[in-house]
């Protein structure tokens, strides 16, 4: 099993593009979850999905939108990419107790 | 969303018994601890959840007292690559709203 994938690893982006990160878990998970962590922080949670076509907004929502159309994927998309939005983006799942935690997409707005 | 408080940091030897207290006073009755372990660059990988008394794995055991006011993950005979940042959560029943704080951050010497 693949787990957790998310696409793309690193990405550099200009102030103002909009873009999506990509994640798809093949473990049939109803919960996915997107999360932020900035240098030397911990994880702040952007947006939550308790199963297909049921989305909520996490601590840290603005800026981001999702939609959860199927089980296996959850996008989170970048309206207008500000440079407060450079950090490493993790995207998780579950299936009631303890996340499989993606390998994190890398992104820096310029 | 029960508040956790834990060290900033731990050092320790190769070899010993590490424990660290997470504290978590508001703690919900239905909220379950989770402990998450996250590597530089890595996504967090989930260790051990309880909700009460003792809960062993083959990688930690999970201490939590009666009141469940706090809870203490142990790790036994630590190796170098037990470095790492632990994350103590209080989560409710789904794991579905995670929200992590700073964590501990756990340096293992020779």
């Known amino acids: 099993n693949a787990g957790v994938t998310q696409t793309p690893k690193f990405q550099v982006l200009k102030t103002g593009q909009s873009m999506t990160l990509q994640c798809a878990q093949d473990?049939?998970?109803?919960?996915m979850s997107w999360y932020r962590q900035d240098p030397g922080m911990g994880l702040r949670l952007i947006h939550y999905?308790?199963?297909?076509?049921?989305?909520d907004q996490g601590e840290v929502p603005n800026g981001y939108n999702v939609s959860r159309s199927t089980t296996e994927d959850f996008p989170l998309r970048l309206l207008s990419a500000a440079p407060s939005q450079t950090s490493v983006y993790f995207c998780?799942?579950?299936?009631?107790?303890?996340?499989?935690f993606g390998s994190g997409t890398r992104l820096t707005v310029v | 969303l029960a508040k956790t408080t834990q060290p900033i940091s731990m050092d320790s030897y190769e070899g010993q018994e590490v424990n660290i207290t997470c504290s978590h006073n508001?703690?919900?009755?239905?909220?379950?601890i989770t402990w998450y372990q996250q590597f530089p660059s890595q996504g967090p990988r989930f260790i051990i959840q309880?909700?009460?008394t003792k809960v062993t794995n083959e990688v930690a055991s999970l201490f939590i007292p009666a009141d469940r006011k706090s809870s203490t993950l142990s790790l036994p005979r630590v190796s170098l690559s037990d470095t790492a940042v632990y994350y103590c959560?209080?989560?409710?029943?789904?794991?579905?709203?995670?929200?992590f704080g700073a964590g501990t951050r756990l340096t293992v010497k020779p």
């Open positions: 959560l209080g989560v409710g029943y789904n794991n579905n709203d995670m929200r």
């Open positions: 473990m049939n998970h109803e919960y």
């Open positions: 508001n703690i919900a009755t239905n909220d379950y």
């Open positions: 998780a799942s579950s299936s009631g107790m303890g996340y499989t």
């Open positions: 309880g909700y009460k």
């Open positions: 999905s308790v199963g297909a076509g049921i989305t």
